[in-house]
Antibody, heavy 111, light 112 residues
Framework: QVQLKESGPGLVQPSQTLSLTCTVS????????VHWVRQPPGKGLEWVGA???????DYNSALKSRLSISRDTSKSQVFLKMNSLQTEDTAIYFC?????WGQGVMVTVSS | DIVMTQGALPNPVPSGESASITCQSS???????????LNWYLQRPGQSPQLLIY???TRASGVSDRFSGSGSGTDFTLKISSVEAEDVGVYYC?????????FGSGTKLEIK
């Protein structure tokens, strides 16, 4: 059964770095891509970026300068790191393969 | 970036009636391979999005046949025949032809 589960801190201070982990099961990261999507409270969905089966990455150009996506295939984990966080980065962060989604993790940027 | 524009619904929709949600892209999503790179999702209150339709008109596994997708290269429609209480939520279209994979702003469905 294919599953994805996000984890990470619920609260991050402004200007700090966000680190999230997506732990997957039921499929191999070396054969499949994983995407990150975020959703500010009460708003719509925004594609953040992706890591492909070969390990290459693509990012939303609006976030590219602050964003890094990587993985550890031996642990079946995908990582998202975003620096210089602002209050506008407050959102639910999902990892997904589009046909299956994680439950999401709420991240609040506040001092 | 490709801009996705969604239409609104005349909420609330009476139970048992049909509902059509429109989505327009700023660029054709029809690839030279003949496939149209458009997904439809439903996000029920408090839940993660659920894929309903991919390649513009192919239903995802386990999705009711009350949901159907159609369209051209830039204009798309998600039709829900005979809406039910479980269909309540926000519907999103998404293009996955080019990065960033942009979403529409969402269309809310309420049932009467």
């Amino acid at each position: 059964q294919v599953q994805l589960k996000e984890s990470g801190p619920g609260l991050v201070q402004p200007s700090q770095t966000l680190s999230l982990t997506c732990t997957v099961s039921g499929f191999s990261l070396t054969s499949n891509s994983v995407h990150w999507v975020r959703q500010p409270p009460g708003k719509g969905l925004e594609w953040v970026g992706a890591i492909w089966s070969g390990g290459s990455t693509d990012y939303n150009s609006a976030l590219k300068s602050r964003l890094s996506i990587s993985r550890d295939t031996s642990k079946s984990q995908v990582f998202l790191k975003m620096n210089s966080l602002q209050t506008e980065d407050t959102a639910i962060y999902f990892c997904t393969r589009f046909w299956v989604w994680g439950q999401g993790v709420m991240v609040t940027v506040s001092s | 970036d490709i801009v996705m524009t969604q239409g609104a619904l005349p909420n609330p929709v009476p139970s048992g009636e049909s509902a059509s949600i429109t989505c327009q892209s700023s660029k054709s999503l029809l690839h030279s391979n003949g496939k149209t790179y458009l997904n439809w999702y439903l996000q029920r209150p408090g839940q993660s999005p659920q894929l309903l339709i991919y390649w513009m008109s192919t239903r995802a596994s386990g999705v009711s046949d009350r949901f159907s997708g159609s369209g051209s290269g830039t204009d798309f429609t998600l039709k829900i025949s005979s809406v039910e209480a479980e269909d309540v939520g926000v519907y999103y279209c998404q293009q996955f032809l080019e990065y960033p994979f942009t979403f529409g702003s969402g269309t809310k469905l309420e049932i009467k």
